[in-house]
């Protein structure tokens, strides 16, 4: 496994969020998490990187290494990478600016970022002075997914990558992930199950704070009939 | 605290709080049983706003303020009966509330706490140097109030007297206000002021009347000062001692009504008693402040708390992502 | 008429320098830094300390702007880095509570009396017949010098794109792998010895006394609400704005100066209100 979460509690002052949730990725594989807004996806996603705390007895193991409630940069640095919800861009800093801030920590060369990006999302070349935040919600997006691959991470972390996409970029985005699959693992939180059963290896469906139900073989994943209940 | 008390005990909780403060005199003196009570009834006030609502406001000298010169003025140039100058300094304080209340309570935290300090340095500006003709300016004004039948608040006991009864009337006011439903909406505020929307409560409406609340009973405070000193300086209102309430507040722990009374005590022994033995009490002020918001931020019931059974810090897991 | 404005512009510069450590503090690291005004206050004093023992001006404010730092850095690393994710009351509190203490020492070893010093420049200049000191404006052009480093640095270093990118979006930032918290502390450093040059700038045109910084922290918290939190750019549009407002409003009735700019800082909140 390259990421192990084992009794996973988060806790938003006295109310609890999630409850004793384990997850397992394995190396190579696209992992998708599921459920209704409020079942404490994005809860695991951020706990998992380190922005919220994990409740004590938690155990979040990356790459054989403990990172429960590390730092979020260092958790980043050792090769996980989380793209947050809502495509956060730097809106104030250009394309190219953005880019380089991602290589800045791991010693990229500036140029070779830029190239990298533009070898996943060659359209990107033509917005690259312009400010980030003139860019559309696909572009964004796709922006975002390519900055977190500086670095060669190990595993990504996607929250909800085609929220509020229209059909034709959620496409785009579709290809840019089934490019990558088998290069780095993922795990990605998605409502669009379409998307999720044309690409997932191991699928967890959540409710309520809780892991309800876990589909790790790829043929039940593709026909995974009842995980419409828990959208 | 309060809701844990059983029925006889409240009861007893008035004449417990008299004695309390008659024991004072032999053991300070009146003048200082009296600086302690008005002080707690301006802390009770105070914490109403920040301790029960959640709102610090690094301007509530400005209310105290103006009772003191709301009832200063009245007795120079209205009339030197104190009944009628302690209203004037409530309607002072009040109408001052409902007037920038409006502007204040659509900010929260820091906009909060500043925009009130914002509005206490110009207060102080007009008292000091805008309005000098009327209020003396930096020298102040010496007060004489006329005696009502036997009752002569220029005698220390007298106040002593009128001082308790007031603090009393604060004290139950807070009790009432805190335990109601209207209280209920205050603890939604201060905890999750959208959740308090969702709700259906008036929000807007609930902040604007504990503000108001707050002003007039803090101008309540400042028009009983105005009686005891007999005579009123800018320092009523400076905005370099809005930190007195505050720390007061926070000592006697906040969201706690006997806290206020607790608190208050505190402050004015130690800036009356410290300076006396160390010289660098500020000093002294700003580490107990600073170890207050680092160590014991429930105040000194909080250390009391930890001597008794240990409670999980269900805080730290709601910080956790801010590390 | 030339020297209302004249003097608005030294004093909207004076407010931009003291301003901006102040408006990156707020911006990055949400909290309202009451030691701010201590560092302005020290900087005063250390002017009127080394001045006659290094008799060049230019020297002695070296040494009071670089003198801060260590002072800053104890600040930053024992109160201010250990409020992240305190609620915004205690931060208040705990630094307000830093800034008495730094008064106190203050008057521990200098007293409470005001302070004179005299204009480190004193020849004047005449502009369209009207006789302007020239150190004030001197104090214009360091002011606009300033913001023009400032603007470099932000725009050209990596640090500086590191800075923005921490006041929009300072998560993204750390996702990202980069430890922000190490450039938030600089550009507080940087920020505080702005803040106390501000302080040794200020200390010729007024006198030099312990609660000098209190009132100047108000107006300074007006500055960053109108120019927007987090808004470099806004912070020094809404200086050079305020400190004109109070030259015009001061000359026509001395008080209503801080009261027209309290004044514009309250619709300011109303327009847009901040929540932190």
Known sequence: MLLEVEHLDVFYGKAQAVHSAAIGVKPGEMAFLVGRNGAGKTTIMRAISGFTRAGADSRIHFNGVDIANHRPEEIARSGLRYVFQDKRVITKLTVRENIHLAAYPFHVSPKAAVAKICDIYPRIEKFLNIKAGGLSGGQRQLLLIGRALIGNPKLLLIDEPTEGLAAGIIEDVFKVLSQLK?????????????????????????????????????????????????? | ??????????????????????????????NMASEIIIFSIYALSYNLLYGFMGRLSVGPMLFLGAGVYGAAMCCVYLTANPIACIAAGIVCGALLGMLLGPVTVRAAGAAFALVNMAFNQVGFFMIQTGLAGWTGGSDGKSLYFDPIGPLDFNKPNHVFGLALVC????????????????????????????????????????????????????????????????????????????????????????????????????????????????????????LILLASVFWFSKGIPGIMDLFGPKKQDVNASAKGGLR | MISVIAYGLTLGGILYIISIGFSFTFGTMKIVNYAHALIFTIGGYILYATLPRIGFYPAAVLAATLGVIPIAFIIERFVIRNLYGESVDLTIIATYAVFLIGLDVLKWIWGSNPLQMSDPINKTFTFLGTELPVYRMAVIVIALALAILIEIFLQRSMAGKIVIAGLED???????????????????????????????????????????????????????????????????????????????TGRWWGPASEVAVFAILAVSLLIHPIDI
């Open chain 3, 170 to 248: 300072k998560e993204t930032v750390r996702g990202l792998g980069i430890s922000v918290q190490r450039y938030f502390t600089m550009v507080f450093i940087i920020g505080s010895a702005l803040a106390a040059l501000g302080g040794v700038l200020y200390a010729p045109i007024t006198v030099v006394e312990p609660y000098m910084g209190f009132q100047i922290l108000m107006l300074s918290f007006a500055v960053v609400i109108v120019g927007g939190l987090g808004n470099w750019r806004g912070t020094f549009v809404a200086a050079f704005f305020l400190g004109m407002v109070m030259s015009v």
């Open chain 2, 1 to 30: 605290m309060g809701a844990a008390v059983c029925n006889w005990c409240k009861r007893l909780e008035m004449p417990i709080i008299v004695f309390a403060y008659l024991a004072l005199i032999p053991l300070l003196s009146v």
């Open chain 1, 182 to 231: 088998g290069d780095v693992s993922m795990l990605i939180v998605e409502q669009n199950l379409d998307l999720v059963r044309r690409l997932a290896d191991r699928i967890y469906a959540m409710k309520e704070g809780r892991i309800m139900m876990e589909l790790d073989n790829s043929a039940d994943s593709r026909s995974g009939s009842n995980l419409e209940q828990f959208l």
């Open chain 2, 167 to 286: 603090l009393l009337a604060a004290f139950f006011l807070m009790r009432r206000l805190t335990e109601s439903p209207f209280g209920i909406i205050i603890k939604t505020i201060k905890e999750n002021e959208r959740r308090g929307n969702f709700l259906g409560y008036n929000i807007y409406g609930t902040k604007l009347l504990v503000y108001v609340i707050t002003a007039a009973v803090s101008a309540f405070a400042g028009a009983l000062y105005a009686i005891m000193f007999g005579y009123v300086t800018p320092s009523f209102i400076s905005p370099a001692r809005n930190i007195e309430v505050i720390f007061a507040t926070l000592i006697g722990g906040r969201g706690n009504i006997y806290g206020s009374l607790l608190g208050g005590a505190i402050f004015i022994l130690i800036s009356s008693y410290l300076p006396n033995i160390i010289q660098r009490w500020e000093l002294f002020f700003g």
